[in-house]
């Protein structure tokens, strides 16, 4: 069977100059292609930059990367009978990159240009390129590791209602009123935004529209968005909530691996490539299956690392430099679970940048373990032993290990990645 590619990209071509490619939601984007229930097509996406980052030594793009031209999708796809209401089921049946371009990326955005989980620890960029070879994943800039990754979209929904639309624009403008900021969401902007084919064709009206109303890509909301689910890979199945007739549905920010929580905000290896989909429409689905928001049904294939091989950090709602403590605060709580890494994987001759980006990038295991035993939350984050290429297993670790004498760690990493500061 030949697979029919429905929107294909340019790599030699700047994101913002292609029509089937859009970095805002909103209902008016023209459909890219379109699509029968049950067939099964390819569809090519650029990096989320958009190509803004290099396969080079240096931090300088990651530092200076335009964060309002970013998190490009490829579409809408009009899926031919689906209705509002309707649930759009989506079926993941492959992702590779493109064979051009065999590397991602991960980065640690400045402080002062989008910053990351860890910003006031690590304020300034770094970055590492990772290699592919297969299924694995190995780099120049974090030496001793090499893992197979899980390869997956970090983004995809189906494009809001006018009248959905204008309720994330509301909500979102509220919680910056409320704060005082607009840092806690990225409110609409014509800065930077790609409507598509509108901005490419002539339709001066409708792309000016587009920019003013379009919802920024950067959070997940109810019709799906920027999950950075790492578990929706191959095989995988995700039932979205349809808002219009033909479901307009985007994708894109192809990740070849990821750890649960994305932590440095640029925290998967990113990467371009080609994901293969089939789509199948449930009529009514949205009341049928009460979905008020996504569902999940993860896929069979994933790196196979043990249990007992996952070693396991904590941290509680206690911020461990000040001593405050916090109500059941989740957020803090994972901040101190990932520093607490940190701290311990600095022994191997680590730096912190290089282990913020391992933490990100590497398929780690992040959990919520408690969250009713006030007034302290607890996550967890498991970490993989066996991803290194040497032993970084703690004393005790195997049942014929001596406990007695003097604890000594051989200091294995003596590179650091690429950092830059302003």
Same mark, same amino acid.
């Given at each position: 069977m030949t697979i029919r590619t429905a929107i $294909?990209?340019?790599l030699n071509k700047p994101a913002f100059e292609q029509p089937h490619i859009h970095n805002r939601w909103h209902p008016e984007i023209p459909f890219a292609a379109k699509v029968a229930p049950g067939e099964v097509v390819n569809?090519?996406? @650029?990096?989320w930059t958009g190509g803004q =980052? %290099?396969? !080079? !030594?240096?931090a300088d793009d990651i530092r200076d990367v335009d964060l309002n031209r970013v998190h490009y999708l490829s579409g809408p796809l009009e899926i031919e009978g689906a209705k509002p209401g309707d649930a759009l089921l989506v079926e993941i049946l492959e992702i590779q990159p493109f064979k051009e371009q065999n590397w991602g990326f991960t980065g640690v955005f400045h402080s002062k240009n989008g910053g990351g989980f860890l910003a006031d620890k690590m304020p300034k960029a770094a970055k590492a390129i990772w290699d592919f070879e297969g299924i694995y994943a190995k780099s120049r800039h974090i030496p001793g590791v090499r893992f197979p990754g899980i390869i997956h979209p970090g983004l995809m929904g189906c494009a809001p209602s006018k009248e959905l639309l204008a309720k994330w624009t509301e909500r979102e403008s509220g919680l910056c009123h409320s704060h005082g900021s607009m840092d806690v969401a990225k409110l /609409?902007?014509?800065d930077g935004a790609h409507p598509g084919a509108p901005a490419l064709e002539g339709d001066d009206e409708l792309a000016k529209r587009i920019r003013k109303e379009g919802a920024r890509t950067v959070p997940p909301r109810e019709h799906g968005g920027n999950v950075d689910i790492k578990n929706l890979s191959r095989g995988s199945r995700t039932w979205l909530p349809v808002y219009l007739d033909g479901a307009k549905f985007s994708i894109g920010d192809l990740h070849f691996s990821q750890g649960d929580g994305e932590i440095s905000f640029c925290g998967a290896i990113e990467m371009s490539g080609i994901i293969t989909?089939?789509? %199948? =429409? =449930? /009529? %009514? %689905?949205?009341?049928a299956l009460s979905l008020r928001q996504p569902m999940y049904l993860p896929g069979p294939v994933q790196p196979q690392f043990s249990p007992g091989r996952m070693l396991t950090f904590q941290g509680i709602s206690v911020d461990a430099d000040t001593g405050e403590q916090k109500f059941l605060d989740v957020h803090l709580a994972y901040k101190q679970t990932c520093l607490n890494? @940190? $701290?311990?994987l600095q022994r191997y001759g680590y730096s912190d940048y290089q282990i913020y980006l391992l933490l990100s990038a590497a398929p780690v295991e992040g959990h919520i373990a408690a969250i009713v035993d006030i007034p !302290?939350?607890?996550?967890?984050l498991g970490l993989p032993l066996d991803m290194f290429e040497f032993d970084v297993a703690p004393v005790g670790a195997n049942m014929n290990d001596s406990l007695s004498?003097?604890? $000594?760690?051989t200091k294995m990493i003596t590179q650091d990645c690429p950092i830059s500061d302003f």
């Open positions: $294909k990209v340019d569809v090519e996406c @650029v990096d =980052i %290099g396969n !080079n !030594n240096s /609409p902007t014509a989909l089939k789509f %199948g =429409i =449930i /009529p %009514g %689905g949205v009341e890494a @940190v $701290k311990y !302290n939350a607890c996550t967890t004498g003097e604890v $000594k760690v």
